[in-house]
């Protein structure tokens, strides 16, 4: 490529970065989603798989708990079979026929906690089902709580959210679903990027008796750093199919890190990871994220072992160009 | 300067596509097929066509597939038509088409089509970024970076308005002919103020000047109005743009006046870190 393709490709490439300018803004996702929860507002976190999205609402519940503020806590997965009936009301059938029903998040509303304390509804996956249908009315009563109550579509019931309800999403953007959510149900949350974070990776993974002799633990974090720079600059998948610090971390070992178990861990989750948004069997694609050798090695014995790991990992150290 | 070696204003003409609403809906299709082949799957491009036109409500082909038995040809395919709307606005890696690579939505593209993109932001980055050289048209590139220069043609629009109605609310819009007579040279023809200097200058004088109507700029600047206008910051008043008296955040349902103040923000030059 001549040296003006290369500076116009540097050029587009600056422009056209967009998670760098999120993460300038929320450089601190637990702060924002701790600031969103003082206010009640609905928030949804969003990045890509395996960067504790989960973890950072633990937390909060953790926080609210120790503050004494928190009344109740409720956690639905949505899935593709995940309905309106399933989450605000409907008709179940019975031996005898069919019987009234009110939906998780309506029965959840219906009894909030008194004396100031906050109650917590959280959404995991919450792209994974049409959420305007399964919202329903509840995206109307989501805006001005102290004074909306709207009629439910199926008996007619007065239905509001609590004021002191806290609603929380989770949304994986690796997973092509997310572009299905409408303006309707975008405008009413707030958005908290939650990206993949080296420090938060060291600290899980120091809390592990590191038995690897081949190399640190600040290489393997250099490693994570690199895979995910590669991933963010590649043109068929970019920074939102980055790999969160949870798939680096073995935890089959029962306390203890081997050279054997985090090369395991390496094949079983990271490449196969990465090969699915690549495509099975795209050998290229591998050998451009990692390196040749272990691009070959798993594509045609689905193996990895652990000393063309280890010189991977190494590579990342020396190679001082990303 | 005769017309001939104007620096070249690039800008995409279809500007029924531009707008937030449209571009987001399209990126959303298009997050769904993101990394398919562009040089094999016809039908992935045909099934891409029919859900553009479900989100938009638009036909993204050129009006030119003929009836009959035929329903694709790759003269008017999607992106031999349309590319550039989406490469102008950072939205597809351009690269992907030189070398008949793979459809790859850039950051921009993924983030507005998985809706974390305002349409308020979406339009501050777009007048903010939107710079010559622009890296998705060569031969812009190439002209630009050859002279050493560097433009933001519609930052620098705003910026002669938000002079032009400093000095008074009576002369606060221009002509696509003002506009072209007396800034299209820039840079070498001065910043925003001096432009809007001369534009007040020549109708103080009366307001007649000689203009000679250049395809290559006059509708360029006249696509680039028309995308201003569709932005919060700008509105047609008949043929003339001028700065947006009553902002209109949809987003919160309410109306405010403009504050010259943030979209001189938006019209600064941008930072060394900055995008």
């Given amino acids: 490529m001549s040296g003006i393709e290369n500076d116009r490709n540097i050029e587009f490439l600056k422009k056209s970065s967009y998670v760098q300018i999120e993460n300038t803004y929320f450089a601190d996702p637990f702060n924002e989603l701790l600031g969103a929860a003082l206010q009640n507002f609905p928030v949804i976190l969003y990045g890509p798989p395996g960067t504790g999205k989960t973890r950072l609402i633990s937390l909060l519940i953790e926080r609210l708990r120790a503050d004494q503020c928190l009344g109740k806590y409720e956690l639905v997965q949505f899935h593709r079979k995940f309905s309106y009936e399933d989450f605000i009301e409907g008709y179940v059938p019975t031996e005898i026929g069919f019987s009234r029903r009110d939906g998780i998040f309506k029965e959840f509303c219906s009894t909030p906690s008194a004396g100031g304390l906050q109650d917590v509804f959280i959404i995991d996956e919450i792209n994974r089902t049409d959420l305007a249908s399964t919202f329903g009315e509840v995206l109307y009563a989501l805006e001005d709580r102290s004074t909306r109550t709207v009629k439910t579509a199926h008996f007619g019931d007065e239905f509001n959210i609590p004021v002191n309800l806290l609603l929380i999403g989770t949304m994986n953007t690796a997973d092509k679903s997310i572009a299905n959510i409408d303006f309707a149900v975008r405008r009413r949350f707030r958005f908290i990027p939650v990206f993949p974070d ?55 070992g029962g306390g203890a890190i081997t050279i054997e178990e985090i090369t395991r861990n390496f094949r079983d989750f990271i490449l196969t990871q990465v090969e699915a948004y690549l495509g099975f069997g795209n050998l290229q694609g591998l050998a451009t994220i990692f390196n040749g050798l272990v691009a070959e090695e798993f594509i045609s014995r689905r193996q990895v072992n652990s000393s063309a790991f280890s010189a991977l990992v190494n590579e990342s150290v020396t190679d001082k160009s990303e | ?245 009553l902002r209109t955040d949809a987003e919160n349902s309410v109306n405010s006046w403009l504050s010259v103040e943030a979209i001189k923000e938006i019209v600064a030059p941008l930072t060394k870190e900055g995008l």
């Avoid at chain 1, 995910?228 to 939102?240: D, E, T, V, Y």
């Avoid at chain 2, 002509?175 to 820039?186: D, L, Q, R, V, Y």
Wanted: aromatic content about 12%; proline content about 4%.
């Fill in chain 1, 198 to 252: 080296k420090f938060e990776l060291l600290t899980w993974i120091s809390e592990f008796d590191w038995q690897v002799e081949e190399f640190s633990i600040s290489d393997y974090i250099r490693f994570f750093e690199r895979t995910n720079l590669r991933i963010s600059g590649s043109k068929q998948l970019g920074s939102h199919m980055q790999l969160g610090q949870s798939l680096f971390v073995p935890t089959q």
């Fill in chain 2, 1 to 245: 300067m005769t017309s001939k070696n104007l620096p070249p204003w690039q800008f995409e003409a279809f500007r029924n596509f531009l707008s937030f609403e449209m571009l987001q809906q399209a990126c959303a299709a298009l997050c769904s097929r993101n990394g398919i082949s562009l040089s094999r799957a016809e039908k992935d491009l045909r099934y891409l066509n029919d859900s553009l036109l479900a989100r938009t409500g638009r036909e993204w082909t050129p009006d030119r597939i003929p009836g009959g038995n035929v329903v694709w040809q790759t003269e008017g395919s999607l992106f031999r038509n349309k590319k550039r709307v989406f490469t102008g606005f950072y939205l597809l890696d351009p690269s992907a088409f030189d070398d008949l690579g793979v459809l790859s939505l850039t950051d921009f593209g993924q983030a507005l089509g998985l809706g974390l993109v305002s349409s308020n932001e979406f339009y501050e980055r777009i007048v903010k970024t939107f710079e010559f050289p622009h890296p998705a048209y060569r031969e812009n590139w190439e002209w630009w970076t050859g002279a050493n220069l560097k433009l933001r043609p519609l930052a620098l629009i705003l910026e002669v308005l938000i002079y032009l109605s400093e000095f008074s609310s009576e002369f606060a819009g221009i002509s696509i002919a003002e506009m072209a007579h007396f800034g299209g040279a820039t840079p070498m023809n001065g910043t925003g103020p001096e432009i809007a200097k001369r534009i007040l200058e020549s109708r103080m004088a009366g307001g007649s000047f000689s203009h000679t109507r250049s395809d290559a700029l006059d509708r360029k600047i006249g696509d680039m109005f028309g995308f201003l206008a569709m932005t919060p910051f700008a509105v047609k008043r008949g043929s003339e743009l001028a700065l947006n008296p």
